[in-house]
């Protein structure tokens, strides 16, 4: 088995400390380091430690690790002593497609995008009750895995919670700094842009068909259950609606009561004008409409194309920038079993400097 990706980072050191990580979850096979810097070895079953010297401090250490036959450039920043261990923390938003069961080879797929996308913490949604595990026990990241939604962690998980709908963990990246993650993936049915762009709904009706949906009603309960929390703070997730930011002649509950709790949306952050930067997440897969939702007579018709996936934030994190990722060019449905972008959402990638 080869590694997932060709290169890609592991958790940050920190210079004159012991340090540690795990390879053994991304191939098969006896580990072996080929070449590097002295204070960082490989045990053969994937295990990876050492202790950086002063000298390695504020610099990027690079190892080339054998598994098998199988190959990978594995690198690790190292921090200076006294400093932020991961001063700059990068947070990505992510649906599955139900687990990831609709396009061969996903679990592997998924890990290299996730490896390349150098992520610190991952909101999952769509993980059919097992997918956050799988990729950390995978990456030999921290976890909390729910029903629908999970979350996954380069960094320990020091308290946890979850419910129906959403999952919470407090990140730990050193002794002085953590990071509250909420990730939430709301109910689907009936969706907003169908009832607006197919039904012409008045914007009456379309507050009381969310109101139906039960979005309204489970964000309400997810803001109650965040409270004060006074440390930095992401909400994470799939809110299957759009947001008032984009639409500014519809007050979407969902974004509406994330601004009045204090919430920023990162993405908004970064690119203010949605005509420049529409930041589009439903669907890199799906142009065009195919019926369900009580609109079978516009099944053909385009596929309304919104930002439905979200990185909020509030504290005291200031963005550096956010974008869609989608890897590769994915083929439309159906003929999508075998892109390399293994999800029908675009995913959100923040990076904050804490």
């Known amino acids: 088995m080869t590694f997932p990706a060709d290169q890609f980072f592991l958790t940050n050191a920190r210079a004159r400390s012991p340090y540690t990580a795990t390879l053994k979850g991304l191939a098969s096979g006896r580990f072996t380091k080929v070449e590097g810097p ?15 010297p002063a000298s390695a401090s504020a610099r990027t250490t690079t190892v080339t690790v054998r598994a098998g036959d199988a190959t990978a450039t594995v690198k690790v920043r190292v921090r200076p002593p006294g400093g932020a261990l991961v001063p700059e923390p990068r947070v990505m938003s992510w649906n599955l497609w139900l687990g990831g069961t609709q396009v061969r080879d996903a679990r592997r797929k998924q890990l290299k995008v996730l490896l390349e996308a150098d992520v610190d913490v991952v909101g999952l949604q769509e993980t059919a009750g097992s997918a ?16 629908t939604a999970g979350i996954i962690s380069r960094h320990p998980i020091v308290a946890a919670s979850e419910s129906e709908r959403w999952v919470h963990a407090r990140v730990r990246f050193d002794n002085t700094h953590e990071l509250s993650v909420w990730n939430a993936h709301l109910g689907y049915t009936p969706y907003g842009p169908y009832e607006a762009r197919f039904g012409r709904l008045p914007h ?23 409270g004060d929390d006074p440390a930095p703070l992401v909400l994470t997730g799939d809110f299957n609606a759009p947001s008032h930011l984009d639409w500014p002649d519809v007050d979407w509950p969902t974004s509406v009561l994330a601004e009045r709790a204090g919430l920023l949306d990162s993405f908004r952050v970064a690119h203010p004008d949605p005509a420049g930067a529409p930041g589009i997440t439903w669907s890199p897969i799906s142009p065009v409409f195919t019926g369900g939702y009580g609109y079978d007579e516009h099944a053909g018709a385009p596929e309304p194309q919104d930002r439905i996936d979200y990185v909020l934030f509030r504290g005291d994190l200031r963005v550096r920038s956010s974008e869609v990722v989608v890897t590769g060019e994915p083929r439309p449905i159906p003929g999508h079993e075998d892109n390399d972008w293994p999800s029908d959402h675009a995913a959100v990638l923040t990076t904050f400097s804490a």
Request: charged letters at 20%; aromatic letters at 4%.
């Open 132 to 147: 956050a595990r799988e990729l950390a026990e995978a990456l030999g990241w921290h976890h909390v895995q729910g029903g």
């Open 204 to 226: 009456e009706e379309i507050m009381a068909r969310e109101a139906e949906s039960g979005r309204t009603g489970q964000m309400t309960e997810l803001l109650a259950a965040m």
């Open 38 to 52: 002295g204070w960082l070895s490989v045990a053969a079953d994937g295990t990876v430690t050492g202790t950086p």
